[in-house]
């Protein structure tokens, strides 16, 4: 029997929601057969509010084809913080019979009454929402408080943990010399890694708050910019490598120092940006925007937590404190290993998806 996994995001892409989707994919697969739909055939998506309604007819059409293609072959359909697909999903589960799994990746109402002014739309998510996770026949919340928060309007909600294969661990490092310098120089430097994609609205401030502070920052500090930029500044202190196919981004991960993720609007769910350095036992430094959402870790312990305006003066000392950063790093991997190994999430979400029945290798 199959699973569809229904992503609203480019599978193909190393960012954000498809970074997810790959490992529950991953994980499935061991023991399922996976069928999915995703948004690699229209490039670059847009956020959840600025979708035109062609657009979505076209979301819904494909999921309408796959379900109709294997009708009676599918147990679970599993959206991935999938809120506009899951009502063609549900009613086509009334017919055909299969169970629901909703991923949800934040909180949708709480995250847009952040930044979103318009009150109409506020209730039009929240509409949505409690439609969603009240008739989901599981709800996987990655978060805790995602889970307090969706359990109050279904009683089987979840917590599944972002997760990272250990596998990468063991990547060697991969040397950045072509852009800075020889081998010596390159040691010599206090290396701090900056996640995009930089092309995305509510990464920009990040990088516009790192390019209009980069003269305060001491000279033997390189930032290395991970990720699509839409804006790129011609800076000796600047190293950008552009996307990065998986493999060679984990090598990146592997071979910086330090993790810059300062947050101005907070997403209410982990980030994969500073979860991924803490598995590399690398130390992050955030804003306290940055921790909503992220459990398990204490400022100053397993990482670094400074106001905007403290971020200068602290990333300049760090580079002179390597014992500091290395063990905050290392407090930084044992939190990870115990709240966001692969192992421990793994084995939960294939135990979720039993609890539903669903045959094992029965395809």
Not at 35 to 44: L, P
Not at 94 to 101: E, N, P, S
Request: hydrophobic share 45%.
């Amino acid at each position: 029997m199959r699973i569809v996994l229904s992503v609203p995001a480019d599978m193909s892409r190393m960012e954000g929601t498809s970074v997810r989707a790959k490992r529950v994919s991953s994980v499935l697969s061991r023991d399922y057969k996976i069928e999915i739909v995703d948004f690699s055939r229209f490039g670059k998506v847009r956020p959840l509010l600025e979708i035109s309604l062609f657009f979505l007819v076209i979301w819904w059409l494909m999921s309408a084809y796959k379900i109709l293609k294997f009708r009676k072959k599918i147990e679970v359909v599993y959206c991935s913080n999938d809120w506009f697909g899951f009502f063609v999903y549900y009613t086509f589960s009334k017919i055909f019979g299969y169970h629901i799994i909703f991923e949800a990746h934040s909180i949708l109402s709480e995250e847009y009454r952040i930044y979103e002014k318009s009150n109409f739309k506020i209730r039009f998510l929240g509409y949505i929402e409690n439609f969603v996770i009240s008739r989901a026949d599981i709800v996987i919340a990655l978060a805790p408080n995602i889970r307090k928060f969706y359990r109050r309007r279904n009683s089987r909600t979840f917590l599944i943990s972002l997760f990272l294969d250990e596998k990468y661990l063991e990547l060697k490092e991969l040397k950045l010399e072509r852009n800075i310098g020889p081998s010596r120089a390159y040691r010599k430097y206090f290396k701090i890694g900056m996640i995009g994609p930089f092309d995305a609205p509510q990464n920009l401030w990040a990088l516009e708050f790192l390019y209009s502070h980069l003269d305060k920052f001491i000279d033997v500090i390189k930032f290395i910019i991970i990720g699509k930029v839409s804006k790129k500044r011609i800076h000796k202190k600047l190293v950008f490598t552009g996307y990065l196919p998986s493999e060679e981004y984990f090598k990146v991960l592997a071979s910086v120092d330090a993790f810059l993720v300062p947050v101005r609007i907070p997403t209410l769910g982990p980030h994969n940006k500073i979860l991924e350095p803490m598995h590399f036992s690398k130390p992050v430094i955030t804003t306290p925007k940055g921790l909503i959402g992220l459990c398990y870790v204490t400022s100053g312990k397993e990482i670094f937590v400074f106001e905007p305006d403290e971020i200068i003066r602290s990333v300049n000392a760090l580079a002179f404190n390597k014992k500091c950063a290395l063990k905050v790093g290392i407090w930084g991997n044992r939190s990870f290993k115990l709240h966001y190994s692969y192992d421990i999430n793994s084995k939960k979400l294939l135990e979720v998806v039993k609890s539903l029945g669903v045959t094992k290798n029965g395809y």
